[in-house]
């Protein structure tokens, strides 16, 4: 998620230079008027590209996706497809460890196991359509579909959020309070924080996908992305909409930053209290348990401020697109790696798992 205040008007103003290049470039590859999709209601006539006219609704969206030639798209798509199979199967394949071993059904190892899913989730939601239109000559996608991807897609990636600050609320837990972990953290409270980042993460994002839905979109309808993203749909949109750009940059300014301070707090606690155990196992195993979460942390936050702090990134789409195949689909696949790479436990639970198959 990123912040759109200060892309909004970059967003607006390249989108205009840029309409009629790729409408004639989507004309020049056999891509009909209708298939652009833009219903006029009113009296006015069409223009000759079909697309300045202010009165009409947009009903279907064509994401340009990668700027390259259809060679190109081939090998991105055996890229992706691997990477994303490879996700599937070593997210899933920690989920099924945590469930069939019971040594480690502890909060921790409930946590990640949830953690695991949610990433199938997360690089589920745009990685199957963006492998579609890789092989596809349309592109398109419907208005709803378009809208209901932005809003799985964000709650997903807002539900992370979450999940990573009750992570590092588990470790604080498990290291400045060794003696009262147990008691306060039970499976019940356990169970009621899990619940509480799946449903807090959907409801987080209800405001902005009704901002959203309410926008007016009469064309053009090119997305500049390979996915629904929210800088470029709000920069398609017939009128300037700042109070809607302010409201959705806020939500996701606020969740970014309370998180992500939430966790360096907490971490900070965590390493006081580390460096305060006399040298030996204890402290390996304290900074161990707690450098796989770090990682993690810093892939998903770090991709995601590089977005805010890079200077001109908002009128660099390819650079944009990059920087969302990071935390997209880049974190999803390396999660895996890193938890089973540096857990004795994991890595014992996926060798009772691999040797049961």
Known sequence: MKLFITQYSEDRERQRQDRETYTYIYICMNIKVSQIDVHFKGDEEMTPLGIHNISGTVSKFILLGFSCSQE????????????????????????????????????????????????????????????????????????????????????????????LALMAFDRYVAICYPLHYPTIMTGKLCATLVSACWVGGFLWLLTPVTLLSQVPFCGPNIIDHYLCDLGAMLALSCTPVPKTTLTCGAVSALITCITLIYILGSYTQVLRAVLRVPKGSGRQKAFSTCASHLAVVSLFYGSIMIMYVSPGSASQPEMQKFITLFYSVATPFFNPMIYSFRNKEIKAALRKVLGRI
């Open 72 to 163: 190109i798209e081939i090998l991105l798509f055996v890229l992706f497809s691997t990477m994303y199979a490879l996700t599937l199967m070593g997210n899933g394949t920690i989920v099924y460890a945590v469930w069939r071993d019971q040594q480690i059904q502890t909060p921790m190892y409930i946590l990640l196991a949830n953690f695991s899913f949610l990433e199938i989730c997360y690089i589920s939601s745009t990685v199957p359509n963006m492998l579609v239109n890789l092989l596809s000559k349309t592109k398109t996608i419907s208005y709803n579909g378009c809208i209901l991807q932005f809003y799985i897609f964000s709650s997903l990636c807002a539900t992370e959020l979450f999940f």
